[in-house]
């Protein structure tokens, strides 16, 4: 990882979903039924892929495999699953190959386990059921999680507010983007502060001036 790869994704991290969100131009959400296990947590770290059969989670040991220092493992199935695909000894697995967050459209289970290690994990449902291990489903595949369509090495960003897929070749773009956004948002907020009204902060007076009367219908 170059120096200025990681300069972007530490600051898309500090900038926050909402703010990269809008600087990508309000795409790339993933659906907001991906929640975090424990609030607080944010990360920013390429994709690792992987897509797996539902209840089925051999994708997943294959996938930690090739996960290195940053990764965030990204696990779609191929039907909806609300099986717990990943545990407590799958995190352990993930944390000692430098892997740093997990983001499933399916479920996971162990999560007292997960949060004590303060592994974030976002996902769509949490489960104690068990899973097979059977199908070798594929890894560093394009996959939809979320509803979101993630290539592997897409910057994952997220954080309490949900999941953002940045596209690899947009990130430093985004996060200068997110950058300029932030900075007008401070200067937004000490106008607010000031007790100025968000109507003049924001430029949005005129939309509730009333429209001009066109004279039809007026009397003489």
């Known amino acids: 990882m170059t120096a200025a790869v990681d300069a972007t994704r530490a600051a898309l991290a500090e900038l926050g979903v909402a703010t990269c969100h809008e600087a990508l131009g309000r795409v790339g ?9 424990y609030p607080g947590a944010r990360v920013a770290g390429p994709a690792v892929t992987v897509l797996c059969a539902p ?17 965030v493992l990204v696990v ?5 699953c609300r099986d717990g695909m990943f545990g ?3 995190g352990v697995a ?14 996971v289970r162990d999560v007292a386990d997960l949060t004590a290690m303060r592994l974030p994990v976002w996902s769509r449902f949490v489960s104690a059921q068990g899973t097979a291990k059977s199908d070798p489903g594929a890894v560093n595949v394009p996959v939809v999680a979320g509803g979101a369509l993630v290539h592997p090495g897409d910057v994952i960003l997220a954080d309490d507010d949900g999941v953002l897929v940045v ?3 947009q990130a430093a773009r985004v996060a200068a983007a997110g950058r300029e956004r932030a900075e007008k948002e401070a200067a937004a907020r000490r106008r607010l502060t000031a007790g100025e009204s968000g109507l003049d902060v924001h430029g949005l007076r005129h939309l509730l001036a009333p429209a001009p009367d066109s004279g039809k219908g007026s009397r003489p």
């Open 88 to 90: 407590e000894l799958l």
């Open 76 to 80: 779609a199935t191929t039907s909806l």
């Open 94 to 107: 993930l944390r000692a190959r430098g892997g740093v967050a997990l983001v499933t459209d399916a479920g």
């Open 167 to 169: 596209p690899r070749a």
């Open 55 to 71: 209840g089925d989670n051999l994708p997943i040991h294959r996938a930690v495999d090739v996960c290195g220092p940053g990764d």
């Open 29 to 37: 959400l993933c659906a907001p039924e991906l929640r975090p296990i």
